[in-house]
């Protein structure tokens, strides 16, 4: 992201006297590597995809900025490791949402006027919605899901073969 | 000077809540407060993973005892805004009403709460007396008197008759004119009004500058009322925000029971209102599976609340995000706690009305 451009935006809605109402974040598990510039433009079918497990991981944040009943956003679409600037400096509450995304996503936010050095959430996992953790996740789901289904067809198993056992008895 | 770091919780008798602030104190004055949270981050937001659209608005109501019913209609909202419902209007005037229902019951816990901290022991009983009689309104109509389950996507599970819905008006009102006794109280007891009066003042600059919401908000002159979009049918409904200007904790009293009027009459525009007759659909199942995003605002009790719902049309949503009114309002009672005397630090963290449970969602 260009960051003196997403600044200039975002002093833009201080000075137009909009309210911070949220700084929110996706982690975005996609099936392939996204595509940026004139790469995402381009159609071509014999071109390989990279798998999920080798894409890099991406992130969606949205800034929003409320006024009366008006909700307006800022998007922007990061990878891993990326700088996002603190936006501190012209919304005052702004550095709770910003320790927040940076501990519960591993977002690294600069220039932050008040860091809490990691200290706001006390979560058992360590930065919970990073790429590796919600992956982890999903396969758990995943597995009890299939561990579910199976489960009952070996219990449905059971009786009819007992029942063939005895016939044959 | 000498500084002295005093931790404020995370079990204080004011707030039975885990919250913790470093108070950074020089002689009696505090000069900094660092927050921490998160003793009890429940991760209701990651079950989105693993619980399905249909069942998570059960898990959302659960996010707080007290926003128990707006969290589970702002769940709805949201997810009926996805898929394209509008769902029947007397299910709306319904929601409307236990909206308003709630904010009464939330504002007399808080006052009792309040009323506690400062040691008017009475004061608090009386309070918490007549919102027993709101949870028994509750328990009446919806089952349950902190976990109601009501709201569906696409409606309503229950009806309330119109004689039920008259009773109910005359039980509000009879509890509205017996609150004026509390609230001449509150307003004029000399020793409340040395506890409170002029204490944590938030200017209504500095409430604008940390993005105040609610009553909190109110308070300091800001007439900010997520209602006044007109949206869930509100915009039925006349209405002003009730505003106060000293932006002091007796303000933000006052403000809240100046709600508990102002939530008495707005039931009883909505029951005039509302569409007669008790054989009216309350719920329009939708198909499907969600695909799409929304950000939903309510004006919960404490204060605006915002929902954001990514869907990608499977069972499971992507993306499950709320952001209570306490959580908008911790910056705002850290600059409270800034310059004020260790002693008003109670008051002060209760006057904004936080729900530890609600940012812990």
């Known amino acids: 992201m260009d960051s003196a451009t997403f600044l200039a935006k975002v002093g833009e809605y201080q000075k137009g006297g909009w309210r911070l109402a949220l700084i929110n974040v996706t982690t975005v598990m996609a099936p392939t590597a996204p595509k940026h510039g004139a790469a995402a433009n381009e159609e071509d079918p014999d071109e390989p995809t990279t798998p999920a497990a080798e894409a890099p991981g991406v992130f969606e944040i949205a800034w929003a900025f409320a006024k009366g009943s ?32 940076r501990e519960l996503f591993g977002i690294n936010v600069t220039g932050l006027n008040l860091d809490l050095q990691g200290q706001l959430y006390q979560t058992a996992t360590k930065i919970p919605f990073s790429h590796q953790a919600v992956k982890a996740r999903l396969a758990a789901t995943a597995a009890a899901a299939l561990a579910a289904t199976t489960a009952p067809a070996a219990g449905a198993a059971g009786p009819a073969a007992t029942a063939a056992s005895e016939k044959n008895a | 000077m000498k500084t002295t770091v005093v931790p404020f919780g995370p079990q204080h008798p004011v707030l039975p809540e885990p919250l913790v602030l470093d108070l950074i104190l020089q002689d009696e004055k505090v000069v900094d407060a660092i927050p921490t949270i998160g003793y009890i ?12 659209y249909t069942e998570m608005g059960f898990v959302v109501e659960r996010i707080c005892g007290i926003c128990s019913f707006m969290h589970g209609m702002g769940y709805c909202v949201s997810l009926e805004s996805i898929m394209g419902v509008e769902i029947p209007e007397r299910a709306a005037w319904l929601r409307l009403i236990w909206a308003e229902i709630s904010r009464i019951q939330s504002h007399l816990l808080w006052l009792g709460l309040g009323a506690d901290a ?25 089952g349950g008197r902190i976990i109601h389950s009501v709201n569906r996507i696409g409606g309503v599970k229950r009806d309330m008759s119109d004689t039920e819905l008259a009773a109910i008006l005359v039980q509000l009102q009879d509890l509205g004119k017996e609150f004026k006794k509390t609230a001449h109280v509150f307003g004029t007891d000399p020793s409340i009004n040395h506890r409170l009066g002029g204490v944590g003042i938030l200017s209504m600059e500095d409430a604008a500058a940390v993005d105040c919401v609610g009553p909190m908000a109110r308070a300091s002159g800001l007439a900010v009322d997520t ?17 106060e200007t000293a932006g002091d904790c007796l303000a933000r009293v006052v403000v809240r029971m100046r709600e508990i009027e102002q939530s008495i009459d707005i039931i009883r525009q909505a029951i005039e209102k509302m569409p007669k007759g008790d054989d009216q659909a309350l719920e329009i199942r939708p ?22 719902v990514k869907a990608n049309g499977t069972k499971n949503l992507e993306r499950f995000r709320a952001r209570t009114p306490t959580f908008a309002n911790i910056p705002a009672m850290i600059k409270l706690v800034k310059g004020s005397d260790l002693a008003d630090v109670p008051n002060i963290i209760l006057t904004i009305d936080p729900c530890i449970s609600c940012t812990e969602r």
Request: overall charge negative; some cysteine.
């Open chain 1, 70 to 101: 008006d909700l307006e956003l800022i998007r922007e679409q990061i990878t891993v490791g990326d700088a996002v600037p603190s936006i501190s400096e012209f919304f005052g509450a702004a550095f709770l949402y910003e320790n927040e995304i």
């Open chain 2, 41 to 52: 981050h429940r991760g209701l937001e990651m079950m989105v993973e693993r619980v399905e």
């Open chain 2, 118 to 142: 400062f040691g008017f022991e009475n004061l608090f009983m009386h309070c918490w007396r007549m919102r027993e009689e709101i949870l028994d309104i509750f328990e009446k109509t919806t």
């Open chain 2, 227 to 243: 209602r006044l979009a007109g949206k869930n049918y509100y915009d039925r409904i006349e209405f002003e925000p009730m505003v």
């Open chain 2, 287 to 308: 198909r499907g599976n969600p695909q799409g995003e929304v950000f939903t605002r309510l004006e919960q009790p404490r204060g605006e609340v915002l929902y954001y």
